[in-house]
């Protein structure tokens, strides 16, 4: 006689792992931007401006940072901050 086995202890493993999600990309149009730095309070980690007019930024965020980015998008009163999904519409 087959005697029941018991279920194995922990997760169990499938395909399905999830990817992690390609980067965000950023671009800021310099000849619009009038260094306001209200990117670099809304998001400190991804915008710094360095003296008056050089503004340093990281062109590919994770996705995982896309609230704070955007948020930084959303701040800059010139909207010279473009924010692009891969596989969306640009922004
Ligand atoms: S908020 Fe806009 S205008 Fe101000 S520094 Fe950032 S990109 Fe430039």
New binding site residues.
Partial sequence: MLQDRPEPAGSVPTDESPRAAPPLRVS?DLN?????????YAAPGH?V?QGREA?YYDPAPSAADRLVVER?RI????Q??HVESPGTDRR
């Fill in positions: 800021v619009r931007c009038q260094a306001y730095a209200q990117c670099c915008f401006l503004l930084a701040a800059c009163p010139v010279a901050i």
